[in-house]
């Protein structure tokens, strides 16, 4: 009699699992389209305080129910899990909610509007035994996933140097400012593909107002990398010109990622400064021990895939392994505690200011 | 009888100044060419403590003497002027040794090596009414003329951002940072589009050092601009790629300047984000009040002509008019004076620098 | 009492016209999607042979009729007007059909898969005073539309060259090569910004089917513009990167379009070569008689608009002005004619090949 | 007592050939430069019946003669080898005077103004012994070199197409047209890179003249290559932008060299479309057979090196090595007689026109 292999029963397809996508304006609808395609998934729900924004939606994607509230939803739908991609200020919220009923959660980014509340987010999830995960979509492209093996694999050797420039003209926002609503596609990146994650001890944070909006429109945020090398993340609510570009300079080969490029998102440059190892102490230090390497460029072939079916399908996975999701709360934790220090640094006049919680480390969070 | 007017006295041709070039190594070939091929100079001399490097440079151009040492240039040869092109911690011993004999003095970026030592040269240059002027070459190229009549004519209104990134795959110097190297091109064409000046109270900076050279390698520094705005400089030596681009961004109009693209080397957009501006009070401090345009892109025509020609011919010009130069000493040192405040913040981890030296306008120094 | 002036009485809006979309594979969809979208039109039915996806496809669009087949549509469902994009070869047989049952008629490009057909379709809208339209969407796009601009104002002068290069790996048909494949674009986008509509004596052809798929893969057409210049198109499904490009270079200035550079699609350039107007005698035919203009570069902002939703809305107005729509079934006739006459060329390995039909002018359709 | 072996003695240098530069217009200078610097070169004299000119062409490069004509030359003056850079059109009298008198010739493209001369030269060269080459100096840039390799190695499988654009704006010449002005450089390069050299069959060629100089200054030129691909030249000098590049699609393989990029001036892509080979009956000639390939991009590194020097290094190792150049007379001449075929078909109004010359094919010429 033959006995199924552990494997086999994990390839076995469980039930979808049931979400509800709370917030039709947007992101939801992206949210609401991945989940109905996906295999694992069955979309159960939309939620929206405009019932009718709600039902648009969801008549879209057929028998789904519409609801008026969380509360609403809690008591009238059964659903594994919830998808939240309202206003940041009420993630909190509507996220303890949830993970107070038992739901799994996946959140829209920032996790939060202040890194306190992300932290009460992490806990709850991480007493129930549940998933709580950063819908931090970049983090699941093509582009991102192959820089993060690159960087995995020694590829690029040690970091010497980051650039992640997010510019274009932006919709100037009256409760956030350009660091809050750009960053953490960078931040996110950064913890991704970094390594040890995002875990700076200061950053230091420059910005200006030149409109008078209330809010910094250009920013600037630099911190240093492990290894000595660092890390700087351009955002600009006000350049006409749109560029989406990062560059990760390594002590074996450098790489550029432009996303406004398709025909070739991603360049492998073998070309660089070396110091010799051996004549790395304060007497040899001398240009007579540079060299400079010339190589070939290279630019991988991606897959074609969305990201957001990956990420759903992330959220599914983590929740059935009783495991963190690749972009977990901890990682948009993470996230949040660098925007909390980049607010500190701009409030003491570009001093740097230092990130708290890196002690919350929990295990198996990454 | 025929009385000349001014205009024909203006434009009878003076007789040729005299000009050494002191140091024949990378840049003082490029001097000894434009003084050569420039009407209003006759090349005198070439100058080297490598007697045979000076020799081969004159052998290039004809009849021209050679000196080892500039006392013996001041010793041997009638001279109006000196073009100096030696080490950064050259310049001081050279430039006074010269004005004191009574020569007008041209001298290679960065003016000196510190701020006091450039205080003192244009301290000297100022008593004895000669010129002391600093070869800022990119401020004598039809991009950068071209961006301060388009600042000074308000075609970009008020400046909102400034973003200059400078970097390759550069050369790794001993005794020298990347700021000192770079940054004083950014600076100093800053200093000469910017309507008053580069005058900024603090910097910041941020450097890293990965390769263990024992200077930093990859540098940001940012200040703020009066009005409100912010600036910007990235310098990189570890780049494999070569990016040479300023972008100001003001509240009419937006320009990029690409120094790498032959085809379209600046970009006017016309497209931005405008605050209304009776609302600027706090209590309109709202979206509602912020419009969005989107404008044509223009691209100038820009003449053909070498920077170094124009800027020896600058150096004449303010010899005959007895004023100072475009790009004068009083320029080399605010330049100074900002990688003064460079070094501070670096030292300080990032805290941001005074800069010194405001106090120092002289009358008429541009 | 008010009497309706003239132009309200326009403004007026009739009721919609219904409308059903043949054909529900690649391209049906989208004309489904903007019918549904506009106001002048009421999306009645969806008409396929795969009878599964049309309802499909009907779903998606709520209340729409379903049928196998243009007669179960005809027979069943009371529509004004039908949008055919199925196969080329089946565009005759159903166009004769529902114009014969007095049906307006949208047809996917190219009008039909021969010149003879493409006439007969043409024929019997004009006996019957039916709107016979050729679906030229890019006619409809913001920047065709600006370039037909620019070339009626005299902005660009006289033409003197064309050059249309649309490549990319694009999909081997077993049935078309790549001329009938691709050429139409370029074709149309010719005959709607060409003053004069697409009207060559002959063309040239030149092909080449090196991996032997039965189909030239590769191809190059050329012909004489009326004045003196000359146009060349370059089509090529076997090019690993994509280029859609359309340069037209005029007496006055020079236009690109590169359709895959959203920042900068159009670029005027005024620069170029002149001759003399006066000199154009044979005998003052001397280099001396041409200058040379090295003037500014403009990039026109274009508005954001989809060019599906135009050209249906162009489908409506046509109907209700009864005129001709502006790419008529004339229009798309004139491409089948140069698409014959590149065939004849590519069978006489590369000699001139007369276009016939040019005697086909009917009055008011262009 | 040490006897040098064979190698030793091909490795000590012997005495440098002498060669007199004969025009010093706009090329010669070039020419000079490089003999003056090459080791195996001792540049001996200058000739230009512009006396003056030749006088101070030859003042910058030391002793050299000078000369008003070349029968002066040969009077007066010990030369091994002279280099042409005088019109087109003197080419024929001027080489034929040299070899006549023993001198090894290096001619500017073209060889000639018409191929019967150019035979005439290659003829006479071949009867004497002597080194006749073509200045084709695109064929020693390192770009041209790595494409000759990457052909010859197979990396990119069959060729497919080829696609060479070189358009700008030119200077309109008065007794030349733009095919004999730029497609020289076009076909050398082709003749070069293409496994059996440029042998064409017959080629058409398309040009306008829509300013009414006297001469096409728009031109496409299309050829089959053997295997069943084309190849296409887009010459025109009335172009705004300025485009050189080359694109060589192979069946493993496309090669894009784009000259004016010079960071990534050449890209190979591992895209592209397959048929499976054992299906190419015309049977089986179906889409099912056709297979798509994704791949990465390569851009490999290049060296820098200035390909004029390389060329007079291989004009003196031919001589050397009684060998004909690596760009040959013969090579030339094949150039030429596209050119030939190319003014037959302009003649003919773009009907094919065979390329004579074909039939001569000395041995060892390539």
Chains 1, 2, 3, 4 share one sequence.
Not at 194 to 212: I, K, M, Q, T
Request: charged share 20%.
């Amino acid at each position: 009699m033959a006995i199924p292999s552990e494997e086999s029963e994990l390839m076995a397809s469980p039930a979808p699992l049931r979400v509800a996508v709370i917030g039709a304006g947007y992101w939801g609808p992206n949210l609401a389209r991945n989940f109905k395609a996906a295999p694992d998934w069955e979309l159960a729900a939309i939620v929206d305080m405009d019932r009718a924004r709600a039902a648009k939606l969801a008549a879209a994607h057929g028998d789904v129910a519409v609801c008026g509230s969380v509360r609403e939803l809690l008591d009238t739908v059964d659903v594994d899990a919830v998808a939240i991609a309202t206003p940041a200020h009420t993630h909190h919220g509507i996220a303890l909610t949830a993970l107070r009923a038992g739901k799994h959660v996946l959140v829209e980014k920032p996790l939060a509007d202040a890194r306190a509340k992300g932290l009460e987010m992490v806990a709850e999830a991480e007493t129930r035994g549940l998933v709580l995960m950063a819908d931090h979509t970049y983090c699941y492209t093509p582009a991102v996933l192959k820089i993060r093996e690159l960087i995995a694999d020694g590829s690029l050797g040690e970091i010497l140097f980051i650039d992640s420039v997010r510019i274009n003209l932006g919709l100037v926002q009256p409760d956030v400012d350009v660091f809050w609503d750009l960053a953490p596609h960078d931040l996110s990146i950064l913890d991704f593909i970094l390594p040890g994650g995002l875990r700076p001890a200061e950053v230091s944070a420059h910005g200006a107002d030149p409109l008078g909006t209330g809010n910094a429109c250009v920013g600037h945020l630099t911190f240093a990398l492990s290894g000595g090398g660092m890390a700087h993340v351009h955002v600009n609510w006000l350049s006409p010109t749109k560029i989406r570009q990062l560059v990760v300079g390594g002590s074996r080969r450098t790489l550029v990622w432009d996303d406004l490029n398709p025909q070739q998102r991603l360049s492998v440059y073998d070309r660089g400064v070396s110091l010799d190892a051996q004549s790395r102490s304060a007497a040899e230090r001398k240009a007579s021990a540079i060299s400079y390497r010339l190589g070939d460029t290279w630019s991988p072939a991606l897959p074609e895939h969305e990201a957001l079916g990956q990420m759903v399908a992330e959220f599914a996975s983590s929740i059935w392994q009783q495991r963190p999701a690749r972009t977990s709360g901890a990682a948009g934790l993470r996230v949040l505690s660098v925007l909390e220090a980049v607010s500190s640094s701009l409030g003491a006049a570009g001093r740097p200011a230092a990130v708290t919680g890196n002690e919350f480390q929990l295990e198996g969070t990454r």
